[in-house]
């Protein structure tokens, strides 16, 4: 069947990666990867070890290409969803482009230039994801005559590119180096535990950051008249 022959496969990974050995089925694996209270740094290993099974060839490599994509996808869900939110494409053509460029994202990752696997995947789709609507609706603006600085704000949330700028500008002034948990957080819709990734933090220190940061931010927006 299916399920063994992806079993098979598995342990093929199993046998050629020290990171996965402990894990006897796929199951056991994607677990230890979505725990809330699990090791940064050891799943990040494990991510590190399946992006290296998934650039090489045969049926491993497939293996460990879809075993990424089930470990990234609560990330890839929140790109997915934020995607629909800046009207980039319908639901099935956001979810299509997500994966392939997700895959197209693992296959070319240069190891030796990265740190955090998760946190630089998502990142990459997503910036890749909204250049590719910006460069659309520059092409669309200038196919219908338009003013080409009609295109200036396309493809970012509702408030465009220029707004966001200035509302990140905005809350740095108010937060300093927490602005861009809270802007993260709040805003682009990340988790606390994602973009604690990023920002090489525990999740317990993100959330004490991000929770002082919004008391911050609160208490400034209750001073102005």
């Known amino acids: 069947s299916s399920t063994l022959g992806f079993q098979r496969r598995f342990d093929a990974l199993r046998r050629a990666q020290v990171a996965l050995a402990q894990f006897g089925d796929p199951a056991a694996l994607l677990d230890g990867l979505h725990r809330t209270n699990g090791d940064p740094a050891q799943k990040n290993l494990i991510l590190c070890a399946l992006v290296e099974a998934a650039q090489g060839d045969g049926p491993a490599s497939d293996c460990a290409l879809t075993l990424l994509l089930l470990a990234l996808w609560p990330g890839l ?39 955090w696997i998760a946190a630089t995947v998502l990142r990459n ?5 909204i250049r590719a609507r910006k460069r659309d609706a520059a092409r669309e603006v200038m196919a219908s005559g338009a003013d080409p600085d009609d ?69 400034a927006l209750e001073k102005i008249p």
Not at 125 to 129: A, I, L, N
Not at 182 to 197: D, K, L, N, P, T
């Open 125 to 129: 789709v997503e910036r890749d994801m």
């Open 151 to 219: 295109a200036a704000d396309s493809g970012d949330a509702g408030i465009g590119a220029a707004g966001y700028a200035r509302l990140n500008g905005a809350v740095r002034k108010l937060l300093g180096d927490d602005a861009l948990l809270v802007i993260r957080v709040a805003i682009e819709g990340f988790s606390q535990a994602e973009v604690a990734v990023e920002l090489g933090l525990t999740e317990v220190a993100a959330r004490k950051r991000y929770q002082r940061a919004t008391r911050r931010l609160r208490d």
């Open 77 to 115: 869900d929140a790109v997915r969803r934020r995607s629909i939110w800046r009207r980039i494409g319908t639901a099935d053509e956001v979810a299509s482009d997500v994966l392939a460029r997700t895959t197209e994202a693992v296959r070319g990752l240069d190891m030796g230039r990265v740190n």
